[in-house]
Each structure stands twice: as C-alpha cells, then as structure tokens.
C-alpha cells in the first residue's frame, strides 16, 4: 500500500508565494506519475499539475490556470513531490490534494489515480 502525506499548505498574500510536499511512503515507483489536484467551496477537483517519470524520462503537465506560476518537482532522495506556487491569486484558494498512479502517462482525470493523499489547505487573501 501507497500512503500520501501533503504538507506546506497555509495563508498568502495575493502575489505572494508557497510550497506543497507530498510524502510518499510505502513502495518505490519505478515508473510513476505523481499529481496536484484541487477542490475550491463548491466546485468540483481540477487538475492543477504533473509529473512523470520513468528511468531517465521526466515530464511535466500544467493546468492552463496555473502555467508559468506553478512548478512541481521532485526529491528522488526524500521520495517526494513539490509544488512551488508563486503569484499566487484569491482563485488558487482550494483544498489542494496529492495523487500517484504507476503510470508514466500523465492525465488530469482523478478516475486515472490509484492513490491519495488527504489534502492541505491553501487560501489566498486579496
């Protein structure tokens, strides 16, 4: 079993900046895809970000909403995923939730993770 653990989550100023990790714990992926999802007050979970992996292969996927303000990495080391969120914006305020799949393929549909982390909080004030 996979078990996910986000941290980073808290207040910001519009225009300002954070960083998400996401844990994993429980199994090394030999090829995988880890993402960043979120779920604002009454809308449904969207797609935020991605990335895929795969011995030497790396690829990225962005939401069109957060592209060239959002960058997702990742710690081979601390078998981790970051999020660095910067310009933030009030609309990036949402639950923000970390997913894997054992996939290299990158999708935005939340049917196509297996595994699930239990959310952070992030809210942006104007």
């Known amino acids: 079993q996979v078990a996910l653990v986000e941290s980073g989550g808290g207040l910001a100023q519009a225009g300002g900046s954070l960083r998400l990790s996401c844990a994993a714990s429980?199994?090394?992926?030999?090829?995988?895809?880890m993402g960043w999802f979120r779920q604002a007050p009454g809308k449904e979970r969207e797609f935020v970000a991605a990335?895929?992996?795969?011995?030497?292969?790396?690829?990225?996927a962005y939401a069109d909403s957060v592209k060239g303000r959002f960058a997702i990495s990742r710690d081979n080391a601390e078998n981790t995923m970051n999020l660095q969120m910067n310009s933030l914006k009030p609309e990036d305020t949402a639950v923000y939730y970390c997913?894997?799949?054992?996939?290299?393929?990158?999708?935005?549909?939340?049917?196509?993770?297996?595994?699930w982390g239990q959310g952070t909080q992030v809210t942006v004030s104007s």
């Open positions: 997913a894997a799949r054992e996939l290299f393929t990158a999708t935005p549909r939340e049917s196509g993770y297996d595994y």
């Open positions: 429980g199994r090394t992926f030999r090829s995988c895809t």
């Open positions: 990335i895929s992996w795969s011995g030497n292969r790396i690829y990225y």
